[in-house]
């Protein structure tokens, strides 16, 4: 049985609770009480029991006036975990039923929101949520003592649109056809504002001795204007400043551009013909806009050890994703010096392998090909995985050690 009162609910033992009240000889040898009720004043109690010769016996006690008004309110838990939450609608949901004293039970009907369970020993509510709506249920934690209930909302959010908010690519930078060149497309109706930054000095700072010492960045537009940049510090700095993402040596060049959807080629290249180890990225700044970066490529001389094509991709919600190392093909492009047999591999944000391919057949032959992004030689590779809000490495590599020219190519496919 329990009393209700301004404090809450509380939990007792009625045996208990007539000994404590000195009516422990009027009971003794009764048992199993049970409370039908309670008169208004709160001072009489009504119910039925089992009498000592074993029968079931109606009582009623009258106690004396404000006796259970005034009984003290023992620890009961108070739930401090917030009361309103959000989710989105197919990615990992995790809320705890927190409170004070000791619970040893709480309580939620996870029924009502498709795609979630319920954890009654932990209070931990999980799962992935299949639909889009506001679910409001009651939640409760007990002890010993007793329990407290709250509402609890839960909101549920449609996925948002898969993004992929940065891509870099990190390689030896050498001159004439073998500069770094990226190439990206942005897809939609809205113009999208991007940064650009090639970086070379900066590596120095982490183990790389043979960094690009002066890098230079130009952009193509669709119209054939050309954007360039030497060091990022000539133009748009207070722009570029604002963004957070502003090199950290003044010889390395930005550039802040609001493009209209078409297809873009950024290289880098050193000034007065350096050679070296550098970095191109582009980072999406305008999230909100009804377009998106659908596809970000870069070609270079893909050579050995830590000079190998190593492109890094940050996915800003859950996308899926088809990652391509092409070679052979750009022989017939006419690019001479291709590297004849492609390896790709995508990392973790840990460092650990999340898939490897060789030639493009070996795995997922049915997916590659139903995508329309089969490569045009066997010997390339190719990777489709749905890859959660994170940050993650393409590295391409020549198979036993071979070197030339190659293409990462990332497609968001979503």
Sequence with gaps: SYIVNTAGKYFFEFEQLLKDA????????????????????????YGSATNPAGLDEGFIVQFPADYLRNLPVPP???????????????????YQIVATND???????????????????????????????????????TNSNGYDREVLTIHIAAAPAAKLLNISTRLRVLTEDNVLIGGF????????????????????????SDALVDPIIE???????????????????????????QPTDDR???????????????????????????????????????????NISTRGFVDTGDNVLIGGLIVGSSAQVIVRAIGPSLDAVGLAGALQDPVLEIHNPDGSILASNDDWKETQETEIEASGFAPG??????????????????????????????????????
């Excluded at 709480?106 to 209070?123: E, I, K, Q």
């Excluded at 054939?224 to 963004?243: C, F, H, L, P, R």
């Design 185 to 208: 497309i942005i897809t939609g109706d809205e113009p999208k504002e991007v940064i650009l930054r090639a970086i070379g000095p900066s590596l120095i700072s982490f183990g790389i």
């Design 22 to 45: 000195g009516l422990g000889s009027s009971i003794s040898g009764w048992s199993d009480f049970y409370v039908h009720g309670m008169t208004a004043n709160g001072n009489t109690v």
């Design 76 to 94: 009961l838990p108070v739930i401090t975990s917030d009361l309103e939450v959000s989710g989105i609608v197919g990615q990992p949901f995790v």
């Design 252 to 294: 390395e060049s930005a550039l802040i551009a609001n493009l209209d959807p078409g297809s873009y080629t950024a290289i880098v290249s050193g000034k007065n013909g350096g050679m070296g180890v550098g970095l191109i990225e582009a980072y999406d700044l305008g999230q909100t806009a009804n377009s998106k970066l659908a």
């Design 219 to 245: 952009l193509y537009e669709p119209d054939g204007t050309v954007i360039t940049n030497d060091d990022w510090k000539d133009s748009q700095q207070t722009e570029i400043e604002a963004t957070g993402l």
């Design 103 to 141: 619970p040893s039970y709480f309580y939620f009907d996870p029924s009502f929101v498709p795609g979630l369970d319920f954890d009654s020993d932990t209070g931990i509510i999980s799962g992935t949520p299949m639909e889009v709506g506001d679910y409001v249920q009651s939640i409760y934690a």
């Design 377 to 414: 030689d066997d010997r390339e590779s190719v990777i489709i995985a749905t890859l959660p809000a994170n940050g993650y490495t393409a590295i391409v590599r020549g198979k036993n050690e071979t070197t030339g020219v190659g293409l990462v190519e990332v497609y968001n496919i979503d």
